[in-house]
């Protein structure tokens, strides 16, 4: 990790399109302003680390529902369409 002393109203710069700046200084809290392309995406921390948690629960609950629809129909306790059925949910209306 690199580690760098600024005061209020310095800045760094990360690559070529981001500059972090050191709004101000209080106690325990240091504001800064983050200047970056809006096609790069800047969360704090703790955001980030629930979107990561959120997107791996999805992508576990997308790998099961892949899962069961590789075993065809009548997988996940649901019975297969009865023949005649579009769709299995109901037989078709009298004519």
Known sequence: ML????RPGESVVVGHEVT???LEVRQD????GVDAPRSVTIHRQEVYDQIVREN???????????????QGPGAGGRPP??????RGDKPPPDQ
Not at 3 to 6: A, E, G, S
Not at 29 to 32: A, D, K, L, S, Y
């Open 3 to 6: 580690v760098l002393t600024r």
């Open 29 to 32: 809290q240091v504001r800064i």
């Open 20 to 22: 972090i700046t050191v």
């Open 81 to 86: 369409p009865r023949p005649g059925t579009p």
């Open 56 to 70: 791996a629960g999805a992508v576990t609950s997308a790998d099961a529902a892949r899962k069961l629809a590789e």
